[in-house]
């Protein structure tokens, strides 16, 4: 319920332009879950949102080797 309320959080904050605050709520599901693929999803396009294209791409390949090394799966497709 935690991840659901800090994602909720996070769209609203980026939404309004508030990347910053965004960021933070994203980066602390991924500090409880690291493979939280909707969260790494998130973050990406709050990066994007915020013109750090760079930190998006970084992000997705955070999130490979996440979903790799904990699960032993890669990327859904819409991420």
Do not use: F, K, N
């Not at 939404?15 to 910053?20: K, P």
């Not at 294209?53 to 979903?67: G, I, K, N």
């Amino acid at each position: 319920m935690l991840a659901e309320a800090l994602t909720w959080l996070a769209v609203y904050y980026r939404e309004r332009g508030d990347c910053d605050a965004a960021i933070a709520a994203l980066r602390r599901i991924l500090a409880r879950d690291r493979a939280d693929e909707s969260a790494h999803r998130e973050l990406m396009l709050t990066y994007a949102h915020a013109g750090r294209r760079h930190d998006a791409l970084r992000q997705y390949q955070v999130c490979v080797e996440m979903l790799a090394e904990e699960l032993g799966v890669g990327p859904s497709d819409e991420t």
